[in-house]
């Protein structure tokens, strides 16, 4: 099965930047339709982005659009998250997600609910403080 495993989560101050990456092992990603999710303390798990398997399509939540860019390698088997231009609200964990992609589709934003996904990485810790 796809395993995923976050990394480059920190602390880093209001206006900085971060990168995360999601390394995929298990089964070659290129099938995979990769999301990232992020879940502050109280609040429910939501979707940020979502790359479709070949990273053609992209899409993003109306909080990102403009300071967030996901992208992938299939050739690393690596997805990446660039967040710029960060906030104290983006403070959170963060989570990549996969899920095989069916031909023709393409999950969107408002379509990317947590469920839709089946493979899971342990989540980045990202926070945005002074």
């Known amino acids: 099965q796809l395993q995923l495993v976050e990394s480059g989560g920190g602390l880093v101050q209001p206006g900085g930047s971060l990168r995360l990456s999601c390394a995929a092992s298990?089964?070659?990603?290129?099938?995979?339709?990769i999301g990232w999710f992020r879940q502050a303390p109280g609040k429910e798990r939501e979707g940020v982005s979502c790359l479709s398997s070949s990273g053609g399509s992209t899409d993003y939540a109306s909080s990102v659009k403009g300071r967030f860019t996901s992208s992938r390698d299939n050739a690393k088997n690596m997805v990446y998250l660039q967040m710029n231009s960060l906030k104290p609200e983006d403070t959170a964990v963060y989570y990549c997600a996969g899920v095989y992609e069916l031909p023709g589709e393409f999950i969107t934003i408002a379509t990317m609910t947590p469920t839709r996904y089946d493979y899971w990485g342990q989540g980045t810790q990202v926070t945005v403080s002074s």
């Open positions: 298990g089964y070659t990603c290129d099938y995979y339709a």
